[in-house]
């Protein structure tokens, strides 16, 4: 509204392992020049972000968020055991009758067993149980579980990260290759905080705090004294109002990446798919409100233009209260510079889900990881193609 000016802005949401689908609509961005100017995140969808904005390859940032995915992959833990072996042989030869005798799928069956694995073993990358033998002389309180408060420390991500970002980019003047901006919460008080490049500098602990997830079992962050920190999922898995509020000026474009969908065919046939369900409400996206009340502004605002040009043609300004015009001038400037972009486009890339179970975002086996990032990849060429945007952004 303010000029001609827009901004892509890629928002990201929390899902674990399903943050391999982002990096694929990421990478189809950057191989079709979509430039990228704002990416937002939390949780998982933070992680991803904080990569593109600091990557430490200066030409192709796409390259360096699919090393770390595939780092991740290729140290998860590989858990053989006798029932999912005895799963397996049995999808495997009633494959065909699976859908209507209710067994396990293939894929089904090795997605279990990376997501127990995980659950077990951690992924040395990413997060270690505190139970393992090494914690025993670093954690105070390791023969004592009665009072633990997580189960599972993430902060061997931050070694992980050391090859992927650079974070002087992380700062205002840092020249990242797109404004960074993550969410958190803060446990005492329920705010929201934001974490924003443009404005402060993002260091390792901003990361994990945008990733701490309790009902994952992973700990909160003391950013600074007395303000402790948890994944911002636990507000909004879509940190869509962040952005607005960080740049509200330059007109937007938005690229939602989805994992859990919005609308499904048919209710849940058992409590497993209840529970499945349950929780893609609890973590889809909840923006539609939000883009709508943002437009409705907009529009308003163009209504208070218009008035304007005909108060300046039409009324003799005389016959005004000089003072009180100045006043509503001041007013509406002020609501323009805080509310005044509008947002020209929305583009959802939506994860599709044609075998949902409930332990999908805990899988980080190779193969699982490399489709997911070849899935959003051709979900996002599809999708551009389809609106025909390469030409035009």
Not at 312 to 339: C, G, S, V, Y
Request: glycine share 4%; with cysteine.
């Amino acid at each position: 509204m303010s000029s001609n000016q827009i901004e892509n802005v890629l928002v990201l949401q929390g899902g674990g392992s399903l943050g391999a689908f982002a990096c694929g609509v990421f990478k189809a961005l950057a191989n079709k020049n979509i430039k990228v100017d704002i990416v937002a995140g939390t949780s998982i969808g933070g992680i991803n972000a904080a990569i593109i904005a600091g990557s430490v390859d200066k030409e192709h940032p796409e390259r360096t968020l699919e090393e770390f995915w595939l780092e991740l992959a290729e140290n998860s833990v590989n858990l053989t055991h006798p029932i999912l072996e005895w799963l397996y042989d049995k999808s495997r030869v009633r494959l065909v009758r699976a859908a209507e005798n209710h067994l396990p799928t293939t894929d089904e069956v090795n997605s279990l067993s990376s997501t127990i694995s995980s659950i077990l073993y951690g992924n040395d990358k990413f997060f270690v149980p505190r139970w393992r033998a090494d914690y025993a002389l670093k954690d105070p309180q390791y023969f004592n579980p009665s009072k633990w408060t997580y189960i599972y420390d993430h902060s061997p991500l931050v070694k992980t990260l050391e090859k992927y970002i650079d974070y002087n980019k992380l700062q205002p003047d840092g020249n990242p290759h797109a404004r960074l901006i993550m969410t958190a919460v803060n446990i005492l008080t329920s705010e929201p905080l934001t974490f924003d490049s443009s404005r402060q500098k993002i260091t390792p602990k901003h990361i994990l705090a945008t990733s701490g997830y309790p009902l994952d079992n992973f700990p909160w962050v003391e950013l600074e004294e007395g303000v402790y920190a948890w994944d911002g999922a636990l507000l909004s898995n879509t940190p869509f109002s962040e952005v607005l509020d960080a740049s509200p000026v330059i007109d937007k474009r938005l690229f939602l990446v989805e994992y859990y969908p919005r609308r499904v065919d048919k209710l849940p046939d058992n409590l497993a798919e209840v529970y499945h369900r349950a929780r893609d409400i609890m973590f889809s996206d909840k923006s539609q409100h939000q883009i709508k009340m943002a437009k409705v502004i907009t529009r308003y605002l163009k209504y208070i233009e218009e008035l304007y040009q005909i108060i300046d043609k039409n009324i003799d300004p005389a016959k005004i209260d000089k003072k009180q015009l100045e006043k509503i001038r001041h007013t509406f400037t002020k609501m323009k510079r805080e509310r005044g972009a509008e947002i020209r486009d929305i583009i959802h890339v939506t994860r599709d889900e044609p075998f949902p179970h409930f332990y999908e975002n805990t899988d980080f086996s190779v193969e699982t990881i490399r489709n997911s990032i070849k899935n959003g990849e051709s979900k996002t060429n599809q999708i551009l193609e389809k609106k025909s945007l390469i030409n035009k952004i």
